[in-house]
């Protein structure tokens, strides 16, 4: 059964961008996968990890991208932590820059999507 993490908060702390959620998954046990999805019905964008085999989903959703622009800006190593542990989001400043730049103008995303990524992600 694919897993969905929820990102509640994020910060900027000793040059890394953290992305927190209070999900009691093992985070150390996932492996990353460099790949990323864009659930415009929702704004977020989804990280994708894997555990056995299956998918663990992680919601990055748009009440935390400032946070996340301003990491994007300064290329920072970029994690996803817990009380449970930490993985490293591998690849996720490119595949961010790709999907942003794919959103851009493009209304089949949905305009709300297209319109809170061209304002927050400038």
Do not use: C
């Not at 929820?6 to 890394?16: N, V």
């Not at 990491?71 to 932590?81: F, H, I, P, T």
């Not at 305009?111 to 061209?118: A, F, I, L, N």
Request: proline share 2%; hydrophobic share 40%; glycine share 4%.
């Amino acid at each position: 059964m694919n897993q969905k993490i929820h990102i509640k908060t994020a910060e900027i702390k000793d040059q890394e961008l953290i992305l927190f959620t209070d999900e009691p998954q093992n985070l150390n046990a996932l492996i990353s996968t460099g790949l990323m999805l864009v659930d415009s019905d929702q704004l977020s964008f989804i990280y994708i990890a894997e555990l056995d085999g299956e998918y663990n989903y992680v919601n990055i959703p748009k009440e935390v991208w400032h946070v996340v622009n301003n990491g994007l800006k300064s290329a920072l190593e970029v994690y996803v932590a817990n009380q449970n542990g930490r993985l490293h989001l591998q690849a996720f400043i490119e595949e961010m820059n790709y999907l942003i730049e794919n959103i851009k103008g493009n209304t089949n995303y949905g305009e709300e999507m297209v319109e809170k990524v061209e304002t927050i992600f400038n």
